[in-house]
């Protein structure tokens, strides 16, 4: 995840400016979340990326995007791992965006790749 302020959020830096992986699957077969509480919550892009660490063959990736009433979900195929060579460099997958509507409210656009 990288976040509007710039942090990026993985299994090496578990909290950001704004939120956090909560919890960081090692076993390869997931799931991970990271979380932004209500009053930690920026405007701007959240960018969410995956990177195949480590395994043998292809494998695909599942991302479920939840940002207040918004959903979507994107599968990515990922064809050999990487390592930590992808940490700083991983596949984008998504962006939720958070911006201020007219009345002043945060509102969420969720766009996949």
């Known amino acids: 995840m990288f976040e509007p302020g710039g942090s990026h959020v993985y299994y090496a830096n578990l909290t950001g400016q704004n939120g956090a992986l909560d919890n960081d699957d090692v076993t390869g077969f997931g799931p991970e979340h ?3 509480s209500c009053d930690r ?3 701007g892009d959240y ?3 995956v990177n195949y660490f480590e395994g043998e063959g292809p494998e695909v990736a599942r991302v479920d995007f939840k940002a207040g009433s918004e959903v979507a979900q994107r599968s990515i195929n990922l064809s ?3 390592g930590p060579a992808g940490d700083n460099s991983p596949i984008i997958v998504g962006v939720v965006r958070v911006r201020r509507n007219d009345e002043g409210r945060l509102v969420f656009e969720i766009l996949t790749q």
Request: zero cysteines; aromatic letters at 16%.
């Open 34 to 36: 990271y979380f932004v």
């Open 80 to 82: 050999t791992a990487v």
């Open 41 to 43: 919550l920026a405007e």
């Open 47 to 49: 960018t969410i990326g």
